[in-house]
Each structure stands twice: as C-alpha cells, then as structure tokens.
T-cell receptor, first 106, second 114 residues
C-alpha cells in the first residue's frame, strides 16, 4: 500500500510563530486530505487538496502531486492550534500518516 | 444537530465479552466508514460501506462484524473482545466513496478491554 510519512513528529511553538508541516507519499494519489485532531480527540477535515494551494484563515496547504508531497502552513499560531495534524492519501479509503503533534505555548 | 454521532462515547468491558458501537449520520451521505486509532494515535481503516454495501474490508479479524441497516447507519459489533482491541473507534461518512472534499468524523468511541 501507499506509504505516508509526516515530519516533524513533534513541534513546539510559541504563540504567534509560523510553522510548516510536511507530508510525503510513496505513490500517485487521487486526493490528499489534511486533518486536525484537537486535544479532545475530535477529527476535523482541514483541506481537500489533490494539487495546488488552498488557504483557510491562518492555515494554508500546498500539494505538489508530481513530487509526491504536501505542506501545511500554520501562520501566527494560537493555542487553539494545538493537537495532532494528520495528512491522509485518499484512494477510496484514507491512509493516514503518523501525524505531527503540535503544541502551541502562550 | 450532530452530523455523525456515535454511541457510546466510552465503553469499558471485560475480555471475552461481546459489544456493539452504533453510528448514525444525518448528512445524507452515501458512504460510511469505521476507523481504528491505536494508543500511538495511528489511524487505520477497518470497513467502508456505500449505500449499505460493503466495499472495503481491511483484513480485520472476523470477530469484528459491521452492519449497515440503511445508508444513514453503520454499526460495529465485536465478539470475544481481546486486550488488543482497546482503542478509539471512529465512524465517518462522505458524500461519495473516496471522500472527495468532505469527510465528517464522529467524536469517537473509546473502548477499553480489561
């Protein structure tokens, strides 16, 4: 199956800092999704991004499908951004990476 | 209104018991899923149903049996529970198989087998 690798595994940020999370995948995919799992365990779909760039508030994502990677940018981080960020390749089922645990400190 | 609701939220049970987790979605989606999240937070698909028809069965032990009475409901029954079944189980739905731009996850059921 498709391998999905995320880096870094852990990230500690001071409130207001910017950061980039990376997702590499081993094969071509129909679709790529980014999710945020908040500290209460809820999984929220952030982006559906098979290619190109999308922005939603302080978050944006870029997928370069030909080079098999996607990036998630967090700008001006806030404590509410804490949690685990997952990317998942979507070939009629989601294959998740191991996640990046983000901790934003006030 | 909760879009994807799972019950119960917490389940503590002894080894060898049989238990069920229920899931309902009110989004009108055609496809529903069960995912398992282990203690290291790794998420893996278990099953997928499209319009009540099983389309993905991801090498899950046959002690796990999903049932979809209609396209708004997908239940998970687990027989002879084992310690290794302890995990968080998430139900999800999407408009179409393959998700497109819309996966909605339930809040999860934390199963603890003692």
């Amino acid at each position: 199956g498709i391998q999905v690798e995320q880096s870094p595994p852990d990230l500690i940020l001071q409130e207001g800092a910017n950061s980039t999370l990376r997702c590499n995948f081993s094969d071509s995919v129909n679709n790529l999704q980014w999710f945020h799992q908040n500290p209460w365990g809820q999984l929220i779909n952030l982006f559906y991004i098979p290619s190109g760039t999308k922005q939603n508030g302080r978050l944006s994502a870029t997928t370069v499908a030909t080079e098999r990677y996607s990036l998630l940018y967090i700008s001006s981080s806030q404590t509410t951004d804490s949690g685990v960020y997952f990317c998942a390749v979507d070939n009629y089922k989601l294959s998740f990476g191991a996640g990046t645990t983000v901790t934003v400190r006030a | 209104d909760t879009a994807v609701s799972q019950t119960p939220k917490y389940l503590v049970t002894q080894m060898g018991n049989d238990k069920s987790i229920k899931c309902e979605q009110n989004l009108g989606h055609d496809t529903m899923y069960w995912y398992k999240q282990d203690s290291k937070k790794f998420l893996k698909i278990m099953f997928s149903y499209n319009n009540k028809e099983l389309i993905i069965n991801e090498t899950v032990p046959n002690r796990f049996s999903p049932k979809s009475p209609d396209k708004a409901h997908l239940n998970l029954h687990i027989n002879s529970l084992e310690l290794g079944d302890s995990a968080v189980y998430f139900c999800a739905s999407s408009q179409v198989a393959g998700g497109g731009d819309g996966y909605t996850f339930g809040s999860g059921t934390r199963l603890t087998v003692v």
